[in-house]
């Protein structure tokens, strides 16, 4: 198995940038789709973006294509979520996910899942 560790998180404000990272340990994020969902109060968990176990390809929600960018070092064994031009609409606490499955746009097929990090964006 695996855990997961997001950082990263904070309070800033609309138009800013924050990048995000997820640690892994005990498996390599290789072994896994990795995925970043998000969780606005009052509403259901969203996917954000994953990339593939092969690392070849990512995907995102279409709300935050050209927005966000998820990328992974294998070296360090972390997942990052690079988000610019932050909304107040992107407020949540946003989660790492580990998946087996290839659906990994659903969060009920994550296996492992992180702890969390918030993010706030002020006017």
């Known amino acids: 198995q695996v855990q997961l560790v997001e950082s990263g998180g904070g309070l800033v404000q609309a138009g800013d940038s924050l990048r995000l990272s997820c640690a892994a340990s005990g498996r390599t994020v290789g072994s896994y789709h990795m995925a970043w969902f998000r969780q606005a109060p009052g509403k259901e968990r969203e996917f954000v973006a994953a990339?593939?176990?092969?690392?070849?390809?990512?995907y995102y929600a279409d709300s935050m294509k050209g927005r966000f960018t998820i990328s992974r070092d294998d070296a360090k064994n972390t997942v990052y979520l690079e988000m610019n031009s932050l909304k107040l609409e992107d407020t949540a606490v946003y989660y790492c996910a580990a998946c087996l499955s290839a659906i990994f746009r659903s969060a009920i097929n994550a296996d492992y899942w992180g702890q969390g990090t918030q993010v706030t964006v002020s006017s």
């Open positions: 990339i593939r176990r092969s690392g070849d390809r990512t």
